[in-house]
């Protein structure tokens, strides 16, 4: 019969333990794995399968995880597996919010659809935007990128008692720029085109009062914005791929991997 002490029960808890929560929330936060329509079953399988895989290679401190430093080592595979899935998330809310503002410059504001990454409410030109990205990260192997960047992340960023140092914290927190920068990277050419657009509106309004602009501008500025689109996918698909890399290299950053 075997018999197992209860330091060696808790050796073999901690082998398996800290991986999975490390997992477990860049899983929880990433996108595409941590969508709403993805199911937590699916997810709790799936850490639980890279994990089983990977705590034999992985090193860990003689620690118990039911200790005081223990709880801190998982507060930190918390914080390191929140950070990895944040920094990809936000290259994908860049888009979705580059889509917002083109939705809002050509009178598409009021067409809603649920967004099933969020669980909520979004225009649909976001919406068509989150879809071709998510469509082409898994085009790119996005999603083994992730998997393997998280698996080597455990060789340089071991677990332990340190976990992410001051400048990491602020690589994650000055990363969330990109949030912004990708957004007007995406809808400022077809925002500044709908604004001469709507400049030559302002000229017609002039020159013809009697004409309701707001019945025959409407329509021209919903073909127009429908064009611009369609014009402008390869160029939202080369943003994307450009932040894609930068995250997998602040990834990389924030792992101590370089």
């Excluded at 620690?63 to 290259?91: E, K």
């Excluded at 909520?120 to 030109?125: C, D, I, K, L, Q």
């Excluded at 127009?224 to 290299?249: E, K, N, Y």
Aim: glycine share 10%; charged share 5%; with cysteine.
């Amino acid at each position: 019969m075997l018999a197992l002490s209860t330091d060696q029960l808790e050796t073999i808890m901690a082998q398996y333990f800290w991986p999975f929560v490390r997992i477990g929330a860049c899983i929880m936060v990433a996108p595409v794995f941590g969508a709403r329509f993805v199911p937590a079953r699916f997810k709790i399988i799936l850490t639980g399968a890279i994990a089983l895989l990977v705590a034999p290679l992985v090193a860990i401190p003689d620690v118990s995880p039911l200790s005081g430093p223990g709880i801190v080592i998982t507060v930190h595979q918390l914080l390191i597996g929140f950070a990895m899935g944040f920094v990809l998330n936000v290259i994908f809310d860049s888009l979705s919010m580059g889509g917002q503002l083109l939705a809002n410059s050509m009178g598409l504001s009021f067409a809603f659809n649920v967004d099933p990454q969020r669980g909520a409410s979004t225009p649909v030109v976001a919406q068509l935007y989150m879809l071709l990205v998510t469509l082409t990260f898994l085009a790119l192997n996005g999603h083994l990128a992730l998997l393997e960047t998280l698996v080597r992340g455990f060789q340089t960023l071991p677990i332990g008692a340190q976990g992410l140092n001051q400048d990491a914290l602020w690589l994650v927190a000055s990363w969330g720029r990109q949030l912004f920068e990708g957004a007007l990277a995406v809808a400022l050419p077809g925002m500044t085109a709908l604004l001469v657009v709507n400049l030559g509106f302002g000229v017609m309004s002039r020159a013809a009062p009697s004409l309701n602009m707001f019945a025959v501008g409407f329509p021209i500025s919903l073909v127009f914005g429908l064009v611009i689109i369609l014009l402008g996918l390869p160029a939202m698909q080369s943003s994307f791929t450009q932040l894609f890399d930068d995250s997998l290299r602040v990834i990389g950053a924030l792992l101590g991997g370089g």
